[in-house]
């Protein structure tokens, strides 16, 4: 591709290795700060390079460009952040980094006296600190300050942008954004120097993304709500995006992952997607046609095809595969073709861009119709001859000659090996490698000794390979019309890529077509085969009638998975959920979390009715013992969170806690409960808060939006001293019937030994025995207090009668008086007593 141009003069430019400037976040280089562990902990096989600048302000404003270099994608964004950075790690993990570009001025020099190596920075940013711990593997690397520079990066993106409709947006969009240019230039200047990656003026599909479009799922409600990829594994098909996953195309596949941990709130665009949806079930003609048509693109990804490749073999795959997609998309148009919902006809009309054609037109005038990309991608002579007739005849005359002599050494060596076969009597093959051709002879074909002559002789897999001087000649001069055939082909090739790369604009287009799509259809799939239902509208109140959790109904036998109501607004807008271990009370918050994600990407949802309000963030405490790579104390890592979703939250966001305050003792965990639910009250935010404290409901008994919820179990006595717990796993009004001892009647269902048990019972009943007698011991010391402060009264007001000299009314008066002091004295500690 030829060279952009570079505002910063390149020899100015100094890339530096990865050994000295980058950072290998392990677990000794982990800072202190308190910050769980989140849901890419693990995931760091994406493919996006991503630079960052973060602004010095109070503001904390970061600038994010990140480049998918398999498709050479750009997305620009900037976000107001907060202390714990959750926007900019939410936004890092929608393009998940393969590499992360930051100012040097991030990354201080090696401390010798910490790193006698010399080789570990040190990192001067919180933000540097999260995202080590954020992607551990994933490599840090510094590019010094002064590349990072607003002007140039607009100047790199006014000349990258491919000219389409959303060019002008873009631009504008980012003008103003001064750490977003900033973190682009050093983006563009590292792809240059560091990756050797020259784009093409006008080639690069780059976006600004908006971050109020969308609602925000940070990090660890991603993993705990299983959006994509679950606690056991991030690839598991059980989890949101394994469940809803039935498209056809890389691309659709992408947005269907974007649109899951970043779904859209814009609602005219919920509505169109679910019409789309609706009127893929609705009309079973178009949906088996949309989805015959999906099929012949066969998991292709345009956006690699776009991106212009610097090798030849991949260059002309490339193109092949192109030809591929706009000979089939007719067929997506034709699908397409009166279709009612809104959204499907723009797309339909997207498709129907003449530049499609034309790219059609131009591949099909350069290369040969029978020319098929998989030959190229294969070895063998087959691969070779592929490649070298994919232009059609008559392109060049030079081509067509060294073809010929090509074609005509090939011939020889056939020549020679039968010649050499018949005069050792052997039946000889020929293998093509990488060299060029050479003998082979299977083992079994050769009885004693190899004739002499032969050179290099190999045994690999049962075959004896071997050459001559002879073939060694004739392969020398097949090689070089090999050669020259290629570079006249690849000449051909680059002009056609040229031409290709004028009229992207429109492949651009037809990806986010598809795409789109794709993933509606895949939503419609996802629907009818687990009979989902359309939400019914948007509105203030969430409101679910009979709703299952979409992951756990793949997994259970029909009719096992208990449905739940859920009813929710400004009026009851803290839910308190209550009931003992296992009856079902994480699995009743998650539900809410992934109901609301999947209707704000415009799915249906797995329910007889539904109406949701549209959040801004949903935000979540949920309980995850499965996590072993958590290092931080539970304790600390709740407080952490906790303080997150303070500080987020808003009226209109969804809450989820699940047993908060447990990493500490009882008291003072109901004591924070109350606290932190009392500041969620105060934000009016949609709360849903699973709890053991039963103390929370009394607490907060006055503020009149909670609603107190329970998961219903029955507890049947099997024997005299024996009970037994049925889960009945359904959402109930008001607060739960005290079950004393549940977990030992739990524990006994996990099959704790006897006396183990025996003896939890012993010490439990004791404790309560305990509790008891302080409570009524501290009752009758109230009483005798009581009475010793009555006698003390008595005998004084005795001994003032005694001795008083003073007239009746006088004697009243004082006696009043008397009292009052008394009662003012005595009164207040008596009342504390009580309370
Ligand atoms: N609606 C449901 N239908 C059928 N089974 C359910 C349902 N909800 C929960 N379960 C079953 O109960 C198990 C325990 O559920 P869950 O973890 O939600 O309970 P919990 O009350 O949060 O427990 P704990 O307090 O111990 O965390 C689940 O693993 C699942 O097998």
Excluded at 577 to 603: D, E, F, H, W
Excluded at 622 to 642: H, Q
Excluded at 672 to 694: C, D, M, P, R, Y
């Amino acid at each position: 591709m030829s060279s952009s141009k570079p505002t910063t003069s390149d020899s100015e430019w100094k890339y530096r290795p990865a050994s000295h400037q980058s950072r290998p976040w392990t677990n000794q280089s982990r800072p202190t700060t308190a910050r769980p562990q989140t849901a890419a902990s693990t995931r760091h096989e994406g493919s996006y390079v991503i630079a960052l600048l973060e602004g010095r302000g109070v503001s904390r404003e970061v600038g994010i460009a990140a480049l998918d270099k398999d498709t050479g994608k750009v997305m620009l964004v900037q976000v107001a952040d907060c202390q714990t950075y959750v926007k900019t790690l939410h936004q890092m993990h929608l393009h998940t980094p393969c590499l992360i570009l930051v100012p040097d001025t991030f990354l201080s020099a090696p401390d010798a006296a910490l790193a006698p190596s010399g080789k570990r920075s040190v990192s001067t940013s919180l933000l540097i600190e999260y995202i080590g711990e954020e992607f551990p593997g994933v490599q840090v690397e510094s590019v010094g300050r002064r590349y990072w520079n607003d002007s140039c990066g607009l100047e790199f993106i006014l000349q990258l942008c491919v000219e389409d409709d959303e060019r002008a947006g873009t631009i504008l969009a980012v003008s103003n954004k001064y750490y977003t240019l900033s973190a682009a230039c050093a983006l563009f200047k590292y792809a240059e120097s560091g990756m050797n990656v020259r784009f093409a003026a006008a080639s690069l599909r780059i976006r600004y993304v908006p971050v109020d479009g969308t609602m925000m799922v940070d990090p660890d409600t991603a993993r705990n709500l299983e959006l994509v990829g679950n606690m056991t594994s991030k690839r598991s098909q059980h989890s949101l995006f394994g469940t809803l996953n039935h498209t056809h195309t890389a691309m659709a596949s992408r947005l269907l992952r974007v649109n899951i941990l970043s779904p859209i709130t814009v609602q005219q665009s919920i509505d169109a997607r679910l019409d789309v949806v609706q009127e893929f079930i609705n009309t079973e003609d178009r949906f088996t046609n949309v989805r015959d048509a999906l099929k012949t693109l066969n998991k292709m990804d345009f956006d690699k095809l776009i991106l212009a490749s610097s090798e030849t073999r991949a260059r002309l795959s490339q193109v092949l595969n192109l030809r591929s997609v706009v000979k089939n998309l007719p067929l997506l148009r034709n699908a397409l073709a009166g279709s009612r919902s809104q959204l499907l006809v723009i797309v339909h009309d997207m498709l129907a861009d003449e530049r499609l054609d034309e790219i059609e037109a131009l591949v099909s005038a350069n290369l040969n119709d029978d020319c098929v990309p998989a030959k190229v991608i294969q070895g063998g002579v087959g691969a070779v001859n592929a490649r070298v007739y994919a232009v059609k005849a008559n392109c060049n005359r030079l081509l067509d000659v060294a073809r010929e002599t090509y074609k005509e050494n090939v011939g020889d060596i056939y020549q020679l090996s039968r010649t050499v076969s018949e005069e050792h009597s052997l039946p000889l093959t020929l293998v093509y490698k990488e060299s060029g051709f050479v003998f082979a002879l299977k083992k079994a074909d050769l009885d004693g000794e190899l004739p002499k002559g032969f050179l290099n002789v190999t045994f690999t897999k049962g075959r004896w390979m071997f050459t001559s001087m002879e073939l060694k000649k004739m392969n020398a001069r097949m090689k070089d019309a090999l050669d020259e055939t290629m570079l006249l082909s690849d000449k051909i090739i680059q002009d056609l890529v040229a031409g290709i790369v004028a009229l992207i604009g429109a492949l651009y287009k037809a990806s986010e077509a598809v795409a789109l799509v794709d993933m509606l259809w895949s939503f419609a799939h996802a629907s009818i085969s687990k009979c989902h239902f359309r939400v019914d509208q948007f509105t203030g109140t969430l409101a679910i009638k009979s709703g299952r959790h979409p992951i756990m109904e793949t997994l259970y036998h029909a009719g096992t998975l208990v449905s739940n109501d859920v009813y929710c607004d400004d009026s009851s807008s803290f839910q308190i959920i209550q009931g003992p271990n296992m009856s079902g009370k994480s699995t009743y918050l998650r539900q809410i979390g992934l109901l609301t994600v999947m209707a704000m990407c415009g799915c249906f949802v797995p329910a007889e009715y539904a109406s949701f309000r549209i959040h801004d963030a949903i935000l979540t405490r949920l309980s995850n013992d499965d996590d072993m790579e958590k290092n931080l104390s539970t304790f600390a890592s709740e407080m952490t969170t906790s303080a997150m979703i303070l500080g987020l939250a808003t009226q209109k966001s969804l809450v989820l806690v699940d047993e908060l305050g447990r990493g500490t003792s009882p008291r003072e965990g109901v004591g924070i409960s109350h606290a932190i639910a009392e500041g969620l009250l105060e934000l009016k935010s949609f709360v849903f808060f699973a709890t053991h404290f039963h103390e929370i409901t009394i607490t907060l008994s006055r503020r009149p939006t909670i609603v107190n919820l329970h998961l219903s179990v029955q507890r049947a006595r099997q024997s005299s001293s024996n009970f037994g717990l049925t889960f009945q796993y359904k959402i109930r009004d008001g607060i739960s019937d005290e079950i004393s001892h549940y977990g030992l009647e739990l524990a006994r269902l996990a099959d704790l030994p006897a006396d183990v048990l025996t003896e939890g019972k012993r010490v439990a009943e004791h404790l309560a025995a305990l509790q008891t007698r302080h409570e009524t011991e501290s009752e009758s010391s109230k009483i005798a207090l009581r009475r010793k402060a009555l006698l003390r009264l008595r005998t004084q007001l005795t001994q003032a009668l005694e001795h008083s000299a003073l007239p009746d009314r006088e004697l009243l008066a004082y006696l009043g008086r008397f009292q009052a002091d008394i009662a003012k004295a005595f009164l207040p500690s008596y009342k504390d007593s009580l309370d």
